[in-house]
């Protein structure tokens, strides 16, 4: 095209097109129930297959125990240690196979910030691509 902002996308390969941010459709609509189907997918596939690797990670290769709900302590520490950082990598990784490699990256980020890791570690740019990911 010859306008200013088509020429950007069609310079942007594959791969930059579907690793960036996408936009969000008007709320209500049916292509945002589309959309809040494969956010929830997503999650759903991200904590069962957290699960289904952990048990047996804590169990087996740890040699402890237990359950989060009857423990011991030692069961349920070990178990949030390991859950959490694959549990955003899993995220992470899930999220780009469906096309929202951006989004969930930026997740992944925020919730490690909320341990008190700064998002600056991880992701230079995460203050400036914030204002891109409102709450739905």
């Avoid at 579907?18 to 494969?38: C, D, S």
């Avoid at 030692?74 to 992470?92: D, E, K, N």
């Avoid at 980020?109 to 991880?122: A, D, Q």
Wanted: with cysteine; hydrophobic share 40%; charged share 20%.
């Amino acid at each position: 095209g010859s306008g200013g902002g088509g020429d950007k996308k069609e310079k942007m390969t594959f791969l930059q097109r579907f690793l960036a941010p996408k936009e969000m459709p008007p709320r209500y609509t049916p292509k945002w129930y589309g959309e809040m189907v494969l956010l929830c997918t997503v999650f759903a596939i991200t904590g069962s297959s957290t699960m289904v690797l952990v048990r047996p990670a804590v169990s087996e290769v740890l040699g402890l125990q237990g359950s989060m709900k009857d423990g011991p302590w030692s069961y349920r520490i070990c178990s949030l240690v390991i859950m959490t950082p694959l549990y955003s990598a899993l995220l992470v990784l899930v999220g780009t196979v469906f096309g929202r490699h951006a989004y969930f990256r930026h997740f992944s980020v925020k919730m490690f910030s909320r341990f008190g890791i700064p998002p600056e570690l991880m992701d230079k740019t995460f203050h400036e691509t914030a204002k891109n990911f409102r709450k739905y």
